[in-house]
């Protein structure tokens, strides 16, 4: 893991060259860092495993649901999105009950309630009650990942943030891969105690959720101050010291209320920015299934060939995250992923030959997930605190809209003209705009909201960039 020179590193940055500076790392930070790394950041994959599990296991359900309760693709669409409604109207308020509560007893809290509604999903006996359920999903799982987001901020500084996030957001094509064949086999219980299939899907990946939430309760701690039990106490006094003046750095140039970061218009069009990237994120992920059952396949074999963009997009996740750590870079990283992404979705809407589809769908696919870990490095680099806290939750709302929004759009179109393409070209569209807004804007607004200019790590590590190019 690469790290930035420590403030105990013993030497004066002023009489070392840039690229010695950029080279000489604290034994002391590596080791910390290390640990933090190793304790909490597989920990919450795993967690972000079964939160996305449950949240988009609908896709696979739908392949025997829809029939079973005589849904049409524009109301499995509406239903399908309702559980962002939930979550857009309960996130701000939930992520301000985290700051206010502490992380450890809300996102345990979040997780138990999730963990209810998800097996409670194999209940279900109508349209009306799926779209009750839905939505209360998403209610109960509002806060979670940008409490997760804002949860790091406490733990990792901000040159460290990008390749934490990209191996946290790995955990999305992972279940992809996992998670894929196993909703397609699980379909295959049909019949089993006198339930359908996809009854045993929402039942077996619903209960994980139950058992995870003591464990988070327990096994997490709010602040590294609190580490008493696996942080050395000089590793702990270097982590608060290096935190505690990353916060004042950014309140020297401007300190937000949370009223002021909720009315923020950067706030407002990182939002926007975030409502395309979920538009693309789920157009794919909630009809990935039907495109490609379409395609002549049984259920498991749907299953593995969906687990095949996932599969690529694992790699370019977490190496994109370490990339824009490295040039200390966050805007083009973020914007040319959601174009790529965008291109791809395209490209796959274009074509007609299974394979070449899903080589594009891959594209999208890794294009799209690349970019959420560089993304969300961008609000914390000029919000702390309670700010923080609320401006990251109003982000994740509004761009959530987008999940709500999209799964009935292209399903209403697929009702009208029979083919999936043309809702998934509208958002694919949409995505390579909204890219092109985010460098053009990002750009002129310069490192203003980046990584702390004037700090030694990073002019230390920009100037060696400039010397190795």
Known sequence: MSSIPGQNSGRDPSSLGAAAVAAD?????????????????????????????????????????????KLNSAAFGFGAGLFFVGYFI?????????????????????????????????????????????FLLGAAEAGFQPGIFFFLTLW?????????????????PISGMIGSPISGMLLSLDGLANLRGWQWLYLIEGVPALLLAPVVAFYLQDRASAAKKWLAADQREWLVARLQTEQQQREQKRTYSVLQALTNPWVAFLGLIYFSNVCLNNGISFFLPQIVKGFGMTNIQTGFVAAIPSACALICVVWWGRRSDKHQERYGHAALATFIGGAGLLLSVSIADPTARV??????????LSFAPVFWTIAPSFLSGAAAAGGLA??????????FLTPWFVGYLKDVTGDFRYGLGTVAVFGMIAGIALYAFGRRKGS?????????????IRENNRRSA
């Open 25 to 69: 790392r604290s034994g002391l930070e590596q080791d910390t860092m290390r640990r933090v790394t190793r304790h909490l950041v597989p920990f919450l994959m795993f967690c972000y495993f079964i939160n996305f599990l449950d949240r988009v296991n609908v896709g696979f359900a739908a392949l025997q649901m829809n029939g079973d309760l």
């Open 90 to 134: 309960f996130e701000v308020p939930s992520n301000l009950m985290l700051y206010k509560f502490g992380a450890r007893r809300w996102i345990a809290r979040i997780i138990f309630t999730w963990g209810l509604c998800a097996t409670g999903m194999a209940f279900i006996q109508g349209e009306h009650s799926f779209y009750l359920v839905r």
């Open 156 to 172: 990792f500084p901000a040159a460290y943030r990008g390749r934490v996030l990209g191996m946290f957001f790995a955990a999305i």
């Open 359 to 368: 080589a594009a769908l891959a594209l999208a696919v890794s294009g799209t």
């Open 394 to 403: 109003a982000i994740s709302a509004m761009g959530i809209l987008g999940g």
């Open 448 to 460: 203003a909201i980046e990584l702390s200019s004037g700090s030694e790590t990073v002019m230390a």
